[in-house]
């Protein structure tokens, strides 16, 4: 049997041999690889890619994600997705194994800022792009997942220095990348097996372990061009945010970005 490995054959779980892996020494992004390659790598679907560095990676609303540099980690997973059902989940899915590998291989405890940002000490430390496509009548999509793991404050660029942060800063010790991209892999891949089928409850039970807001938390939220200003109810069944509207309505957004929350 295949045994796929990112760096070293010595790892003691190797990706599993179902996954097709693909290392890029450097790339724009990873998500635009698979994009602009969708044609020849579809057929190595369940596929991920990993990127030792990324020069103009891609963030969610158009914005660009900065790279830290190679202690950054920068994956893409590109997957078929049976029916859009399983879509709305993804993105709780993918949150919800980095979540638990951050805190199974670092001891850490990151929270999630809806829908699946990635924050440690209040700051951001990765994102989750998800983008789909259409081919031959199927769903795919591409997951990219941005992680700041090892660097240096001299890495953090000025835009972002403010809002984010690394994680070898709040665990005072170099992470393993290779460590942490197994197991987001193998978390993530445990999860999307359940998307579409009765098993959501149990993703769902975990993302909301790992989601930073309260009932009540005053929230300003983008949407559509629109700055909606209310006040953080939960999170619905369906991965949907429910916001307490000024006029005491409550409504559900499956998009949106949540800008601040006191
Ligand atoms: C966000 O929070 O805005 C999402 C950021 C996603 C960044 C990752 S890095 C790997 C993959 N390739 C990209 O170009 N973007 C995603």
Request: aromatic content about 10%; overall charge positive; glycine content about 10%.
């Amino acid at each position: 049997m295949k045994k796929l490995y990112l760096t070293s054959p010595d790892l003691q779980n190797p990706i599993p041999d179902f996954i097709n892996l693909k290392i890029l020494t450097t790339c724009i992004s990873t998500n635009e690889y698979v994009d602009i390659n969708f044609d020849s790598l579809v057929k190595s679907s369940p596929l991920l890619i990993s990127a030792i560095n990324q020069t103009e990676g891609k963030g969610r609303d158009g914005r660009k994600w900065i790279s830290v540099g190679k202690g950054g980690i920068y994956i893409s997973y590109l997957l078929s997705i049976g029916n859009k059902k399983g879509l709305n989940f993804l993105s709780i899915a993918a949150g919800t194994a980095v979540a638990e590998a951050i805190r199974e291989v670092t001891g850490l405890s990151p929270k999630l800022k809806w829908p699946n940002d990635i924050e440690l000490s209040g700051l951001k430390i990765g994102g989750i792009l998800i983008e789909n496509k259409i081919f031959k009548d199927s769903i795919y999509s591409i997951i990219g997942i941005g992680i700041n793991v090892n660097t240096t404050k001299r890495n953090i660029h000025n835009k972002i220095k403010d809002t984010a942060t690394y994680i070898s800063k709040v665990s005072d010790r170099i992470i393993d990348k290779d460590d942490l991209i197994l197991k987001i892999t193998e978390y993530f891949f445990h999860f999307t097996n359940y998307l579409g089928k009765d098993l959501l409850q149990e993703i769902m039970s975990k993302y909301l372990k790992y989601i930073k807001h309260k009932k009540g938390d005053d929230i300003r939220f983008h949407f559509c061009g629109n700055i909606i200003q209310g006040q953080f109810e939960k999170i619905g069944n369906d991965g949907g945010i429910v916001l307490k509207l000024h006029d005491g309505t409550k409504k559900t957004y499956f998009s949106g970005e949540i800008a601040s929350v006191t």
